[in-house]
């Protein structure tokens, strides 16, 4: 190894090293100060951290940060004024906020009427969904070995189906049985689970619930129907709020199915409104934020609702997980590589 | 064979049937709606446009047979290789890309520190943007002059960048925005390495081992099993999801960068009406997702929970 | 017990839903019954919010004339959807009895005779007859000398210019008869760098990079897009007088940097530009005018296209098509025959969105009225007599697609002139064959 390149790296390593040092020892501080305030205020004494912990969370804060900032600067630049010329420097926030800009939007589109129709279409979407998938995905997980794996495949082969394969044969289908033109078309898609996704996360989902429940209601004589009802539904509440959660954004974001399936403008929801506005509205990136912004808040609201239904900390992830899939490795001996790599 | 075959009617011969017949039929009736649903709207619509594949198709006249033409005609095509080629880079990038976030928010936030709910709670976020809505943001976070990332760039000191307008970092711009779409998979992966045990953990300290080897021999390989179904999935999501992006941000362009095999299906069939190479197209897409996903359970040596599904 | 109280909200909430469907849906659905009811037809159209208002005052006024006959406004905003709901409506062997469609796009429907020729209806009509119509529009919309649809306008692209603009660099307003070196130096005077800093602030141009723009130039230069307009068998672009205006038209933006580059007008389009006064002139047709009207900053007019070797503009026309498949088509026909009446037409001519394609309503004040602007409208009838239009055929979006890509290739400076025509020559070959 040539001298100089050694030279070079420790260098570079150095610099790298200083800079962050500079930013543990910044976050620390920072954080000690907070903290130290915080006790103030509410008059405790204050408790050691160890200095992982506020590395930590500088880590946290920063990494989140480059999540949540695109939603932020989409709200303080629904907020700048009309007619203002584009900004030419970063902007943290806008000088004067202009919320006038969201009155606006409901003046040029009808955005009350279409946000009403999305909630309907929506809220029932998600509620028949939250019923068919999980029906579905429970029989599925009931269902003996041989028939149960060709459902598994049939429902991933439905998962593979492009959209657009659907558009057309759909039209056709609904048109035939007289649906066009209805709420009752948007939401038919709810008589199947919406998505096989859901079905296969709420079948996944009882796949791992402790099989001794069900076989024991079974000898109590309870029919399929009594334990999806009163054991399985309880028991699958954290991936019941995920497929609540994502079916309703699903409806509400989904502005093809109105498009193709609804002739009467007083019943498009409002991803066709944003549609329209984004025609009209090509000129002004304020109006066309603050109308994302009034298509995203609801979704927002309702994944917050669904916070406050977990009960603890173990069921916030709630996909797919009843049980730790730990628990499905064989413990044996000494080795802890799961059996399927062998 | 043999054992096959019976195993496969055990559930139907008689004196099973003569026991469950009303369990089976509550079953039946359980699944009933989704199988009913499954096959109205999409088994037969696919199955439709799978037909659809080997006709001259405009919806403006009665589909003609022409057999394999369709697929010589697409074969023959620039734009179909161009296509194919972008997706199968948009999958390469994109589905590796989640995971990897996924992976690594959730070793960030599987801590039960403090504040560690808000955190997911803000990771999440971009999830639960409606994806039209997350499009248009994107639209304008991606503007060259005066989007807010080209002004991040300039206030770190770094070179701004051309974005969805340049050849080269368009298809980039669209996997780079679907990379903070990760919740679900971090929700999956934090549950997944919380239950973990902890005893695998202490003794491996003891023994010596930093950080890293931890992660490399403890962590990894039991998770492993959750990566790949997490993988599959978001293969499958990358392949399909990408039409509304393409479609609302870059119309295909500039210069075709952006032309993805969901967004050319479109343009064929609705641009210019020829639903017959549109469906052969979607026959194709079909089964290379179908293929790929063949090629993953058979490289990676099976589900993982095989039993399990 | 949470969960309980979670699995009764949302029970309760399906059933609170399932009885507002059930309540709502049926009570607003047009039930069709025996007897006195008005004949239904759809009427498809894609527009923004101001063209639905002036479909639905047309459809209004006709109701008030008709009353056995109820026409049903479907409004699809964005043209790419349009397409999408109208090949469903086709599919679906449903389509609207009537739609409202570009000439470019209707190669394939007459291809398919998807559109019912309206030879017999016109023979029998005492409200409109032919001779009302400028020819240059009646022919776009034939298919093998058999008139197809009703042109409802008959548009062509314009100069807007910012007369505030020309006033700040000293520049004097175009001229009928201004030449192309005219146009470029007019351009290149309004092109400033306001701030100093290095980049233009003001354009003086904007015009898309598409052949519908382009095509004029090459016919004023003598050159043509296809070999024969009437049966076109190939791109004819590579041409000499074809190659120099197109090269002439790219010089715009790749030698003298009159017009937005590709970063600047992905950044904001030319159109939001010329809106927001920092944009000299603006190539489009009249459908901007009703957008324009609204501009409060500063004084605007329109400009006939500068001059060539000789005289040429291209066809924008949009017109009434009625569904070869339709079930109402003689409602159909009553509801276009109104449409296309003079009265009808100055309805749909007060948004100031349309040229009337109506002779005298084109030449009357309901077009020409001096109170709005623009004021020099006349520019767009001016342009009619060297008006032509696109080709008709079945290929041609196909053909236009590949034209517009690799002129914009060759307009942002990623590959040459010569390499984009030959490109665009190779791959649009096989869809003249068809």
């Not at chain 1, 970063?90 to 999305?118: C, H, K």
């Not at chain 2, 006709?55 to 697929?71: E, H, I, K, R, V």
Request: hydrophobic residues 50%.
């Amino acid at each position: 190894m040539p001298m100089r390149s050694k030279g070079y790296a420790n260098a570079h390593l150095q610099r790298k090293h200083a800079w962050r040092r500079a930013w543990i020892v910044f976050c620390t501080k920072t954080f000690a100060l907070a903290r130290w305030v915080w006790s103030v205020i509410i008059g405790r004494q204050m408790q050691r951290v160890r200095w992982q912990t506020v590395l930590w969370h500088c880590t946290a804060l920063t990494i989140t940060f480059v999540f949540v900032a695109p939603f932020f600067w989409v709200l303080t630049s629904s907020l700048r004024p009309l007619g203002l010329p584009p900004p030419r420097a970063l902007e943290w926030a806008p000088q004067e906020l202009a919320w006038t800009n969201y009155a606006e939007i409901f003046r040029i589109a009808p955005l009350g009427r279409q946000i009403g129709n999305s909630i309907l279409v929506s809220t029932v979407g998600a509620a028949l969904t939250l019923i068919t998938a999980s029906a579905a995905g429970f029989a599925m997980a009931q269902t003996p070995e041989r028939p149960r794996r060709w459902l598994v495949m049939l429902t991933i082969g439905l998962l593979m189906t492009p959209s657009t394969a659907v558009w057309l044969p759909r039209y056709v289908l609904f048109s035939k049985l007289g649906l066009i033109d209805t709420y009752t078309v948007l939401v038919a898609p709810a008589l199947m689970g919406t998505k096989p996704l859901y079905v296969l996360m709420f079948y996944w989902g009882f796949r791992r619930a402790p099989r001794e429940l069900f076989e024991s209601a079974r000898l109590d004589g309870a029919g399929p129907f009594l334990s999806w009802r009163r054991i399985a539904l309880p028991l699958a509440r954290p991936t019941a709020l995920a497929v609540v959660l994502l079916t309703f954004s699903h409806y509400w974001s989904d502005f093809v199915d109105p498009l193709l399936f609804l002739k009467s403008a007083e019943r498009y929801t409002l991803a066709v409104g944003l549609r329209m506005l984004q025609q009209m509205a090509v000129t002004n990136w304020s109006l066309l934020l603050a109308a994302v912004v009034v298509m995203t808040v609801p979704v927002l609201l309702v994944y917050l609702a669904m916070q406050q239904f977990i009960r603890s900390d173990s069921e916030a992830p709630a996909l797919f997980m009843l049980r730790s899939p730990t628990q499905n490795f064989p413990q044996k001996g000494n080795s802890v590589r799961p059996n399927y790599v062998a | 064979m043999l054992r096959s075959t019976s195993l496969f009617f055990a559930p139907f011969n008689r004196s099973w049937r003569r026991i469950c017949t009303r369990y089976r039929l509550e079953l039946g009736l359980l699944l009933a709606p989704f199988l009913v649903g499954a096959t109205l709207l999409i088994i037969l619509p696919a199955l439709y446009t799978a037909v659809l594949a080997f006709t001259q198709y405009d919806a403006l006249a009665a589909p003609t047979w022409s057999g394999l033409a369709n697929f010589r005609t697409i074969f023959q095509r620039d734009l179909f290789w161009i296509a194919l080629r972008n997706s199968l880079i948009y999958v390469g990038l994109a589905a590796p890309l989640q995971l990897l976030g996924a992976l690594l928010l959730a070793l960030l936030l599987h801590h039960p520190h403090r504040g560690v709910r808000q955190y997911r709670v803000a990771a999440y976020l971009p999830s639960v943007i409606p994806e039209v809505a997350y499009a248009l943001i994107w639209l304008w976070i991606f503007n060259p002059l005066y989007g807010p990332l080209n002004k991040v760039l300039a206030w770190v000191g770094l070179p701004a960048l051309n974005w969805l307008v340049s050849e080269d970092t368009a298809l980039i711009s669209l996997v780079l925005m679907s990379g903070l779409r990760v919740g679900e998979g971090m929700l999956l992966l934090i549950a997944a390495r919380q239950g973990l045990p902890t005893a695998y953990f202490q003794v491996a300290a003891l023994d010596g081992g930093n950080r890293w080897q931890l992660f490399r021999y403890i962590t990894l390989p039991l998770l492993a099993p959750w990566l790949f179904l997490l993988l599959l999935r978001d293969i499958l999501l990358s392949a399909q999801s990408s039409f509304v992006p393409v479609y609302m941000m870059t119309s295909g362009g500039p210069n075709y960068a952006t032309t993805l095999l969901p967004y050319l299906v479109y343009e064929e069939a609705f641009s210019h009406f020829r639903i017959g190479h549109a469906a052969a197209m979607m026959l194709i897409m079909f089964a290379g997702i179908g293929a790929l996903l063949w090629l993953l359970y058979w490289l990676l040596g099976g589900w993982g929970y095989a039993d399990e599904i | 017990m949470l969960h309980k109280k979670f699995i009764t909200l949302f029970t309760f909430v399906a059933i609170m839903a399932g009885l507002v469907l059930a309540a709502c849906a049926p009570a607003q659905l047009p039930l069709p019954a025996a007897g006195d009811v008005a004949t239904p037809i759809t009427f498809l159209i894609s527009g923004d919010p101001t063209d639905e208002t002036t479909y639905q005052t047309l459809i209004d006024a006709f109701g008030a004339a008709h009353g056995d006959i109820a026409v049903q406004l479907i409004n699809i905003p964005s043209g790419g959807d349009f397409r999408k709901r109208l090949a469903a409506d086709f599919a679906a062997g449903t389509p609207p009895d009537l739609f409202l469609i570009n000439y470019r796009y209707l190669g394939p429907f007459f291809a398919r005779r998807a559109v019912e020729p309206l030879t017999d209806y016109l023979a029998q009509s005492a409200q409109i007859t032919v001779d009302d119509y400028y020819p240059q529009v009646l022919r776009a919309f034939q298919w093998n000398g058999v008139q197809m649809c009703m042109p409802q306008n008959i548009s062509s692209p314009v100069i807007y210019y910012n007369k505030a603009l020309f006033d700040a660099a000293g520049v004097a307003y175009p001229q009928d008869d201004w030449t192309w070196a005219d146009f470029v130096a007019t351009a290149q005077a309004t092109t400033t760098d306001a701030d100093g800093d290095g980049a233009t602030d003001i354009y003086g141009l904007g015009v898309d990079a598409t052949i519908i723009r382009a095509a004029p130039f090459i016919w004023m230069n003598g050159g043509d897009i296809v070999d024969d307009p009437a049966a076109p068998t190939k791109l004819t672009l590579a041409a000499p007088a074809s190659q120099a205006a197109l090269a002439w038209f790219i010089a715009l933006q790749t030698a003298h940097h009159v017009t937005p580059d590709a970063v600047a007008e992905e950044a904001e389009s030319s159109l939001s530009r010329f809106v927001n006064g920092r944009l000299a002139m603006f190539m489009d047709s009249r459908r901007v005018v009703p957008e324009f009207r609204l501009i409060e900053g500063f004084d605007w007019d329109v400009a006939a296209l500068p001059v060539g070797q000789q005289r040429a503009s291209v066809l924008h026309a949009d017109a009434f098509c009625m569904a070869a498949a339709g079930k109402h088509k003689d409602a159909a026909w009553t509801f276009l025959e109104f449409a296309n009446s003079a009265d009808g037409q100055a309805i749909l001519a007060q948004t100031g969105r349309t040229v009337p394609s109506r002779k005298v309503l084109a030449e009357s004040d309901v077009f020409l009225d001096a109170a709005a602007k623009p004021t020099n409208s006349r520019a767009f009838l001016d342009a009619i007599p060297g008006m032509r239009n696109l080709p008709l055929m079945n290929g041609w979006s196909d053909i236009e697609g590949i034209v517009n890509t690799e002129l914009q290739n060759a307009y942002y400076g990623r590959t040459t002139l010569d390499e984009a025509i030959q490109s665009a020559t190779q791959r649009s070959a096989e869809f003249f064959a068809k």
